[in-house]
């Protein structure tokens, strides 16, 4: 228990410095995290509407401040981005 405290709190402590210095990396990162987590919720057996909401809502959030993060760096960031996405949708199919 209190290596994961302290996980929680050098992860939280890092992005914090991060965002001091660069808030565009810290808030893609963020995002990043947020996104995963997200998804990993709603590959969780058995699904309960509880849980699949909160992944939904938790990997919206991700994906927004993903987007977000990746426009303050550069617009075109995002384009490449969703083309990367879509790539990785199309070829990820099931066999």
């Known amino acids: 228990m209190t290596g994961l405290l302290l996980f929680a709190a050098g ?26 987590a997200g998804g990993s919720i709603l590959r969780d057996e058995p699904a309960t509407p509880r849980s699949r909401a909160a992944g939904h809502v938790t990997l919206t959030l991700g994906l927004t401040l993903t987007t977000v993060g990746a426009y303050w760096i550069t617009p075109w960031a995002v384009l490449f981005g969703s083309l990367l996405a879509v790539a990785m949708w199309l070829s990820g199919g099931e066999e």
């Open 11 to 36: 992860t939280v402590g890092l992005l914090g410095a991060l965002y001091l210095a660069f808030p565009p990396v810290a808030l893609l990162l963020i995002g990043l995290v947020t996104a995963t």
